[in-house]
């Protein structure tokens, strides 16, 4: 052919004769400039012709390629890009359709020089910007091709590098070409997403590989030589920054699957690197997108192992992390909520050991320390959610939390089994722990509103936990509420401090809001601080943390009259250390000591009160020398020594109440509150509360024993309600209380008097009623009476076998929780309930009572019912509580 | 002078479990040699033969896919498009028999409706080893009506016959499609008979 063409050379068109002119007789010698130089006036000068050419170079080119005379490819490629270069956008498009089927014809090819030649074309194309749109143009093949070229196998490793960097630069083109256009393919489908983005992450997964192996000297000077593992992140950098709202998804579902198949989650190093790019690439009003597809795919991998979702759960944290502000998007509580089911199914995985809830597909081993950690990241990456959050987003989340935590009482059917007490306690303090990474950095300027009632009844509560952990968590979240300005640090252990002055406290002028608050909630803080102390298995940590939080009330909400409550309140726990009618360990009496203590020496120098400080600091001085046991410093050790018992205590170890109004008196403190001991007082809330206060119990039971003992009243005598009063407060017929009295009174006689033989068909016959009734009546049993004799107590204490969660004593089922306050087990002071609130409470209950006897006919709601009925177990009336029966802890201690 | 070398373009992909030996067929077929300590694809690998068929040119554009497990998303991504579909299993290797439901399933979800399967048991060669019989893989390919083709990359048997066939009834599908809706023009995808700007020289 190219004999005939040229003999009629001249009689050929005049484009053909100009492509033909640029080719030389040797291909060696390269593009003929000049006649090149023709060819691109005539293509401006004859725009028209420009569709002519370009088909003429592409079939030349084709016929070139077929006849591997890749010399004349090259100068025919060199020649396109130089019109394409040359020509104005508008004309482009004519010359476009020849231009890309040359590429294409390269592509195919199995050269790599001739791949890497068609990239680069392909490139300087997508450079160009185009104002005119095509309908008709399809890469489809391009992104196929260079997809496939970004996982080449090429045996020379540095030619298969090559072709890969020119497959990342082709998707580059690609993306560039068509991401603007909105009439050309949609770059952003799946089908060309799902081969764009595993293509990239390909490469720069293989990067990572080798980034460690290759800065040797040698290669150094290769610096300016970029790597595919950089061009990648270039590459996919750009990609996701053109990503609009509607696109992400398609964007990120690829790489979620790219990371799934190769198993790099559990690496997590390689996903948190992608999410990175992610994250700072998108724009970033669309990052909750991400996060949001990120806790979609942690969902869908809900029966994955421990360390995928750990991994997953790790890159949302990053993710969060740089996200920050408006990373959870509108759906604030969606994002904790899964973050909590997460915590909440690996809680139930860890117990159960199987990730199915029936057990019989136990295929996959759980690895409980692998949940372990899980839980930790899903813990800290719900604190770095939260840290993104505004305040009021934040206590929103946190009353949220509160809300998931399942309240002992609430959810009888946890408690059913041991497993489900462990699993609710286990949930309990993973949801703590969540709420304090929550409410750790919190600050809030108005208390009252971030920390409503219906948030912290509940969190109070569970500071009467016995459980050790709960406590000391819930005392964290505390310190951690009300330190508002980073004071926490400084009183984070628990010492005398001569001169609090070193501590550089910063201290705002206590608001309106804050005295609000205070008064809304002082008496409740200080009744639960109080409480804490008295517990048994308090330790350390739990003393630094009553410290840190007294000393933060003092700082943060310290009115004048809240000054006087917590002086007062450091008293009372002095005496509960003093009187030991809670038969507490030396260790823990002394602790009180060292923590009363401690919080009067700073408390006294809060005050300024020179008189006040003299005082506090000679009853320490005095301590040092005599007692050291009763300071933090000796007992907060390592190993205090602490004496076998702790009896006469003189006076001037102690700080007394009556020096102490004195010296206050005279700086104008309220001296009549001062002198008057603090009691644990129940607020509106305790009353109130549909979990029951630890009081209520108490009132049924001195009605059972020690209704006649009038030490009670003479030992308290701001208390004139006696038993008898509050009982006829609420039931208004003296006439059925002897009925029961009698009855009682018949059924202990036939259990004393009857052959055991009879007793036990007796029980036999009744066994499930009796059960149940048990129940109930352990539920109610928070704690025995204050008896000395014990006695009937005791009698209870025999007929339990099985034991019941801690938390239900302490709180029992709403079933219950009806008849409002009382006195506290010890019956330390506290004031007897007011008759007006029972009765407000009992109408409460009646709403909410679950089935019960109905109660006798007009008398006052369901309270009645149960006192009946706790009074008489062994009636068979039917019950409502399915809880074990079970036997008090304390029952046992006040029997020794 | 006609603007393109061809007459009809089709996309063909090769699937099935890692080391059946798809790789190989490709090579045999598109270069005439069997490579022999062929490693695992990585992705996709892709290759381009043009075969004549009846005075008319083919070209065949022949997309390789891993078989690994790791890189099944991206190779899905591929069957899409694809005009024909070479399931390919190892006859030694029982495993690789009993995946084929499994990649049915995912032909049914990735691929085209219209797609053309063709079943393939290769390496014929190591007949010894034999564990899959011919009868119950012909039985399978006609319950799933599929072509059923044995094939030896290594002795080059059936392999250039496995191809033209399946080039000889895409042209028939093309041009049964042309007929059908002669005026519209080819789906997106489907093999379309390149034949326009045929008005130069």
Known sequence: MTGVCGCCGALRPRYKRLVDNIFPEDPEDGLVKANMEKLTFYALSAPEKLDRIGAYLSERLSRDVARHRYGY??????????????????????????????????????KPDLQILGTNSFVKFANIEEDTPSYHRSYDFFVSRFSEMCHSSYEDPDVRTKIRMAGIKGLQGVVRKTVNDELQANIWDPQHMDKIV?????????????????????????????????????????????????????????????????????????AVRCFKIIMYSIQSQHSHLVIQQLLGHLDANSKNSATVRAGIVEVLLEAAAIASSGSVGPTVLEVFNTLLRQLRLSVDYELTGSYDSCGNLGSKVIKEHEERQLQEAVIKTIGSFANTLPTYQRSEVMLFIMGKIPVPGMHPALASAKSGFDCSRMIQVMLLKS?????????????????????????????????????????????????????????????????????????????????????????????????????????????????????????????????????????????????NEEMLPVYNRCAVHALSAAYLNLICQLTTVPSFCQHVHEVIETRQKEVPFMLPEGVFTESPSIPKSLDKLEGHLLFLQSKITEVLGGSGYNTDRLATPYIPQFTDEDRLSKRKSIGET???????????????????????????????????????????????????????????????????????????????????????PPSPSGTITAGYGQMQSRSVPVYEMKFPTCACTRAGGGGERDGTRWPSPAPQPLRSAGGRAGETAPPLPPPPPPRAPSDEAELTLSLHPHCDKPSGSPSDPARHPKVTRTRH | MSMEDYDHLFKIVLIGNAGVGKTCLVRRFT???????????????????????????????????????????????????????????????????????????????YANSKVVTVLVGNKIDLTEKREVLRERAEEFAEAQSMLYLETSAKESDNVEKLFLDLACKLIREAKQNSLVNSVSSPMPGEGKTISYLNCCS
């Open chain 1, 73 to 110: 490819v090259c100068i025919a490629m060199e020649a396109l890009d130089q019109l394409l270069m040359a020509c104005h956008c508008q004309s482009i498009n004519l010359f476009v359709e020849s231009f890309l089927k040359m590429v294409r014809k390269l592509l195919e090819a199995d």
């Open chain 1, 198 to 270: 595993p293509s990239l992450l390909f490469n720069l997964q293989q990067g990572e590989g080798t980034e460690s192996r290759s800065p040797s000297p040698l290669q150094a000077s290769e610096k300016e030589k970029e790597s595919p593992a950089e061009l990648t992140e270039r590459c996919f950098r750009e990609l996701l920054g053109r990503a609009a709202y509607g696109n992400i998804k398609n964007a990120v579902n690829p790489v979620l699957m790219h990371l799934d198949n190769h198993s790099l989650w559990e690496g997590k190093s390689f």
């Open chain 1, 435 to 579: 709420l304090l990474q929550v409410a750790t950095g919190f600050q809030t300027t108005n208390m009252l509103t971030a920390l409503p009632s219906s948030f912290l009844d509940p969190l109070l509560s569970l500071t009467l936990m016995e459980d050790a952990e709960i406590r000391l968590l819930v005392l964290e979240i505390l310190v951690s509420l009300i330190d508002r300005h980073d004071n926490q640090p400084k009183f984070s252990s628990i010492s005398i401090i001569s001169d609090i002055s070193v501590l550089k406290l910063k201290v705002d002028k206590c608001s309106r809001q804050d005295n609000l608050f205070m008064k809304k909630h002082a008496q409740q803080l200080y009744r639960h601080i109080y409480l804490a102390c008295k517990e048994e298995n308090s330790a350390r940590p739990h003393f630094e943390t009553l410290y840190t939080l007294l000393a933060l009330i003092s700082m943060e909400l310290a009115n004048e009259e809240v000054v006087v409550d917590l002086i007062r309140l450091a008293l009372a726990m002095q005496d509960l250390a003093l009187s």
């Open chain 1, 698 to 784: 108490i009132s049924l039971q001195v009605e059972v024993e020690s209704r006649n003992s009038p030490e009670k009243e003479e030992r308290t005598p701001a208390e004139e309600i006696t038993f008898e009063t509050l009982k006829n407060a609420i039931v208004d017929s003296i006439g059925m209380e002897e009925q029961e009295r009698e009855r009682r009174r018949q059924v202990v006689e036939k259990f004393q008097k009857a052959p055991f033989e009879e007793i036990a068909a007796h029980c036999g016959a009744r066994a499930s009623s009796l059960q149940s009734k048990l129940n109930q009546i352990f539920e109610i049993t928070i704690r025995p």
């Open chain 2, 31 to 109: 270069q005439g040699l069997f490579p022999p300590g062929q490693g695992a694809t990585i992705g996709v690998d892709f290759m381009i033969k043009t075969v004549e068929i009846n005075g008319e040119k083919v070209k065949l554009q022949i997309w390789d896919t891993a078989g690994q497990e790791r890189f099944r998303s991206i190779t899905q991504s591929y069957y899409r498009s694809a005009n024909a579909l070479i399931l390919t299993y190892d006859i030694t290797c029982e495993d690789s028999f009993r995946c084929l439901p499994e990649w049915l399933r995912e032909i049914e979800q």
